[in-house]
């Protein structure tokens, strides 16, 4: 979904199928989902796992990364995850 420093951010489709509130996971070069950081995006931005990839202040810039592109994150999370429930 979103590239930059680094850092990938990315949906995962069991989270589209099983949650209600958006999410995006947080990696570096590749996406390792049981590890890597996963992050809330609503109701608020929260860490919901910090995982075991990345350092703070790698965190802390994909957090500044989520809420500049907020809108835009929750408008792909809502369409893949009415594509991933057809």
Known sequence: MLEGDG???WFHSYDALHEKRASVHVGKGSQDDHNDPKIWLEPKIEI????????THEINKALKM?????????????????????
């Not at 919901?48 to 350092?55: S, Y």
């Not at 989520?66 to 057809?86: F, P, S, V």
């Open 66 to 86: 989520i809420e500049q592109d907020l809108d835009y994150l929750l408008e792909e999370w809502h369409g893949y995850r009415n594509k991933a429930n057809r």
């Open 7 to 9: 850092l990938i951010i």
């Open 48 to 55: 919901a796992r910090v995982g075991k990839t990345l350092r």
